[in-house]
């Protein structure tokens, strides 16, 4: 009986039993049912559209397996572990870098599957992505788990993972009723080209230790020509229009909103930064900009996401209605100093 050895486990060949790393050519398909049903209550819109791109890409597994055997092609991007049960995939784990001096690695997609939980094959399938980590040269691994889901948050306190930071998700209903205000005269609109004391406002705001899981990026700010024309567009048609405001009383944001206004369907949203020196100060007058502007809109729901430390944030849009739907917590550990690292 031959087996392939694992950090510290074994994997069954005969029996197709144990952990064994993610193999793209065969593994892909199940692993994204596994993941459908594991989170099925906690994918959002982005969770749903990479689930979909998974199934897709399953089809060509061979070929991809091929690819990546010869390229590396996939490494960094479905690099991880699974757990077989007689050769059904029954636990997933994928680690990969999350910058690119391979210091720090991402955790996520850890799913078992319902009837093979409270097994201690989360636990395991934790530890050879830290092991494996580690040996790459990773000096941390971070991962994200939503507030609300207690056995993983357990499982992750018992093996020393500290909170550095989260996002904390509001919906209103329906767009609260309220009389149209005058803005507050620090309230200016900006264009898409001044997206540069944009990034630099969200960059205060959510510091070096909130980008733990993803770091922000110049293009998230800056919108492309593409993207331009398409919200032209889309405001000339009438389906929706982008509002830019930020309060500046000098060069730089004091704090900036951008309220994506919908007329056909859907769910109108918000975007809002505020420097943190500033908590409970700018908030109000934007937020009342905003409620006060979507009065000609239909009154679909609205919804925002906030940094957890943000709470004057979120206790200010919790008296107009706003309710907490969940919060995405993320967490860090930093590896053993003594495992052994490759030459």
């Known amino acids: 009986m031959t087996a392939i050895q694992m950090p510290g486990r074994r994997y069954d060949q005969v029996l197709e039993t144990g952990i064994r790393p993610f193999d793209i050519s065969r593994d892909l398909r199940a692993v994204a049912e ?13 969770g749903s559209a990479a689930l979909r791109e998974m199934r897709a890409m399953s089809y060509f597994g061979n070929l991809l397996g091929i690819l990546n055997r010869s390229t590396g092609e996939f490494n960094d991007l479905l690099n991880g572990f699974v757990w077989v049960d007689r050769g059904t995939v029954v636990g997933n784990i994928t680690v ?21 939980r409270g097994r201690g094959i989360s636990r395991q399938l934790m530890e050879a992505a830290m092991e494996h980590a580690a040996q790459c040269g990773g000096l941390w691994v971070v991962l994200q788990v939503y507030a609300g889901n207690a056995v993983a948050r357990r499982l992750y306190a018992s093996m020393d993972f500290e909170e550095v930071g989260g996002t904390v998700e509001l919906r209103a209903p329906r767009v609260p009723a309220m009389p149209k205000v005058k803005p507050h005269p620090f309230i200016k609109r ?11 406002l969200a960059n205060h705001q959510l510091g070096a230790q909130a980008q733990w899981w993803r770091a922000i990026r110049r293009a998230e700010f800056q919108p492309s020509f593409e993207q ?3 919200e032209w567009l889309w405001q000339a048609v009438g389906r929706q229009t982008i509002f830019r405001r930020a309060i500046q009383v000098s060069p730089r944001f004091e704090a900036a909103l951008i309220l994506t206004a919908r007329r056909w369907h859907g769910e109108h949203q918000i975007q809002l930064w505020v420097r943190p020196e500033h908590y409970g100060v700018y908030e109000a007058p934007l937020v009342e900009w905003v409620l006060s502007t979507l009065q000609d809109y239909p009154r679909w729901p609205v919804r925002i996401s906030l940094n957890t430390s943000h709470t004057a944030g979120v206790t200010l849009l919790e008296q107009y209605g706003f309710q907490q739907q969940q919060t995405l917590l993320t967490l860090r550990k930093r590896l053993a100093s003594d495992i052994e690292q490759p030459e």
Do not use: C, H, T
Not at 190 to 200: M, N, Q, T
């Open 34 to 46: 596994l993941i459908s049903v594991a989170f099925a209550n906690e994918l959002d819109d982005r």
């Open 96 to 116: 990969q870098r999350a910058d690119k001096y391979g210091s720090r690695w991402q955790i996520a997609n850890v799913a078992v599957a319902p009837k093979y």
């Open 190 to 200: 900006f264009a898409p080209s001044d997206w540069r004391p944009l990034y630099e």
């Open 228 to 230: 331009q024309m398409g």
